[in-house]
């Protein structure tokens, strides 16, 4: 959308996706697995209380403060961000083995993590995953009961915030229905994938 990155041929993509908190990158992501998508998915670390339903190892690397703190001495980590009183952070060691053996990777970060891979990594590819409408997304996050209310408030004006940033991203999927989403990621990173590929993708 900014600047076209150079095309990618058969070179690994580093795919990052981001957006605001309840938007359902989760779910997105979930259905990327079920669809049998070769890619490698970075499992986040996070500080964060484990959720119910939620899987050490699959969902998060679920750590202790002082854990995560050790990992940003060592530079174990790709980015790492505070966001809502929680430490999360990509580790770098397996991106980077992914990459190197030729698998796609995938990132899901918040939007300002998105912003310091972009600076590490130009070549990455962001994705942006918006909500049908900010009522939308409220909606979604009320729904998610996970949240206090002042919390809540907190993730909508960030929401509104990180709704401003589109433009540091390559593409915006909006997430009405989660199938026709994941179709969007698929045609994105295909056409990527495309050395003919002329940087505008139809979605």
Do not use: C
Request: glycine share 6%.
């Amino acid at each position: 959308m900014k600047e076209q990155r150079p095309l990618s041929g058969t070179r690994p993509l580093l795919i990052v996706i981001s957006g605001p908190s309840g938007v359902g990158k989760d779910a997105v992501l979930a259905r990327m697995k079920e669809w049998g998508h070769s890619l490698h998915f970075a499992v986040t670390v996070t500080t964060r209380p484990q959720r119910r339903g939620e899987s050490n190892g699959v969902d998060y690397h679920f750590v202790s403060r002082e854990t995560f703190e050790e990992m940003v001495k060592g530079e174990e980590l790709l980015e790492w961000a505070q966001v809502y009183g929680n430490f999360y952070g990509v580790p770098r060691r397996q991106v980077e083995e992914a990459l190197d053996r030729g698998s796609d990777a995938l990132i899901k970060v918040d939007v300002q993590g998105a912003a310091t891979i972009k600076q590490a990594m130009p070549h990455a590819l962001l994705i942006f995953i918006a909500p049908p409408s900010m009522e939308a997304l409220e909606k979604r996050v009320r729904q998610r009961n996970t949240e206090s209310a002042i919390d809540l408030e907190r993730r909508v004006a960030t929401a509104h915030e990180e709704m401003r940033q589109l433009e540091m991203f390559d593409y915006v999927v909006v997430n009405d229905r989660i199938d026709q989403a994941v179709a969007q990621i698929d045609a994105i990173i295909t056409a990527e994938k495309d050395p003919k590929n002329t940087g505008e993708v139809e979605l």
